[in-house]
C-alpha cells in the first residue's frame, strides 16, 4: 500500500479542516488503496477527526519527551492524544530541532512514550546540508534509526527521509539520491517498519518524478498538504498503486 502524509505544521483552521476533509471525503473511493494521513496542529486533532472520514487517519505533529502527563505547561502527552480519537504523532521533525532546540535524546524519549502507549509513529530523518557527503548522511540517519533497532514495537512505525536543505525551498534531491538513502533505512530497519517515505518541498509534479524509486512507500507533504494538490498527489499514488 502506497502512503501519503500531510503535515500542516503550524497552518489551518477550521475551515481548512472542512474544505480538506471535504475533498477527500469526496474521492475516498479511488485513493482506498493509499494510507493517508493528516498531521495538524493540537486545536484541529478534535475537528480533524470529526471532519475526515474514518479511514483517514489523523496525527498530531510531536508528543511530551518528559512524561505522559504532569506539570508540563505547554505540552500535550499521549492521553490527550488519544482522547481525540488519534493514534498517530509525528516525531522528529527538523523544525522542532530548529525552534524548539529539540534533541536527539529528546526525540528518543518521544519514541519511547509514543511507543509504550501504542501510538503509530512517523519519525523524520534526514541531514542538514546539500553538499554533505554520503557518509555524513548515513552517520545521521544510523543515529537516529538505532532506537527503532533496539525497542520493541507494537505499533506503526514509518520512517520519513527529508533532508533538511530540501523542505520549502523547491529544490528536490534527484532520485538516485534520494534511492541511495532509502536503501540505507530499508537496510538498517525495513523489517520493523511500515514504509519509508520522501518529504521535503512534496508537490505533484515532483512526486512524477519519484515513483519508480524502490522501496519508497510514498510522501509526506508539507505547504501543498493545506490544497486541494494534496488530494492530486494521493490519487498520483493510487493510479501507481494500481499499474503495479
Known amino acids: 500500500m502506497r502512503i501519503c502524509i500531510g503535515n500542516w505544521k503550524m497552518n489551518g483552521d477550521k475551515e481548512t479542516v472542512h474544505k480538506i476533509s471535504q475533498v477527500l471525503?469526496?474521492?475516498?473511493?479511488?485513493?482506498?488503496?493509499?494510507?493517508?494521513?493528516?498531521c495538524v496542529p493540537y486545536t484541529l486533532l478534535y475537528e480533524a477527526r470529526r471532519e475526515f472520514n474514518s479511514v483517514f487517519e489523523i496525527g498530531a505533529q510531536c508528543i511530551c519527551p518528559y512524561a505522559e502527563k504532569g506539570s508540563?505547561?505547554?505540552?500535550?502527552?499521549?492521553?490527550?492524544?488519544?482522547?481525540?480519537?488519534?493514534?498517530?504523532?509525528?516525531?522528529?521533525?527538523?523544525e522542532r530541532e530548529k525552534y524548539f532546540h529539540e534533541t536527539e535524546?529528546?526525540?528518543?524519549?518521544?519514541?519511547?512514550?509514543?511507543?509504550?502507549?501504542?501510538?503509530?509513529i512517523i519519525l523524520c530523518v534526514g541531514e542538514y546540508e546539500k553538499d554533505g557527503s554520503t557518509e555524513e548522511t548515513s552517520r545521521i540517519i544510523r543515529n537516529r534509526l538505532d532506537i527503532i533497532k533496539t525497542l520493541e514495537i507494537n505499533s506503526s512505525v514509518i520512517i520519513a527521509y527529508e533532508p533538511v536543505w530540501a523542505i520549502?525551498?523547491?529544490?528536490?534531491?534527484?532520485?538516485?539520491?534520494?534511492?541511495?538513502?532509502?536503501n540505507i533505512i530499508h537496510d538498517e530497519v525495513g523489517n520493523r517498519i511500515e514504509g519509508i517515505l520522501y518529504g521535503g518541498?512534496?508537490?505533484?509534479?515532483?512526486?512524477?518524478?519519484?515513483?519508480?524509486?524502490k522501496n519508497l512507500s510514498g510522501f509526506l507533504v508539507g505547504n501543498a498538504s493545506l490544497s486541494e494538490e494534496f488530494a492530486s498527489i494521493c490519487e498520483i499514488l493510487s493510479k501507481n498503486e494500481q499499474s503495479e
Do not use: W
Not at 471525503?25 to 493528516?38: A, Y
Not at 492524544?81 to 509525528?90: C, E, F, H, R, S
Not at 520549502?168 to 534511492?179: C, L
Not at 518541498?201 to 524509486?213: A, G, R
Open 25 to 38: 471525503n469526496n474521492i475516498q473511493g479511488s485513493i482506498s488503496t493509499v494510507k493517508v494521513v493528516v
Open 72 to 94: 508540563y505547561t505547554g505540552g500535550i502527552g499521549p492521553y490527550q492524544i488519544k482522547d481525540a480519537g488519534v493514534n498517530t504523532v509525528l516525531i522528529g521533525h527538523s
Open 105 to 120: 535524546e529528546e526525540i528518543r524519549d518521544q519514541l519511547k512514550i509514543a511507543i509504550k502507549n501504542g501510538l503509530n
Open 168 to 182: 520549502g525551498t523547491g529544490d528536490v534531491p534527484s532520485a538516485e539520491r534520494i534511492q541511495s538513502t532509502v
Open 201 to 213: 518541498s512534496v508537490t505533484k509534479d515532483s512526486v512524477q518524478n519519484l515513483l519508480s524509486i
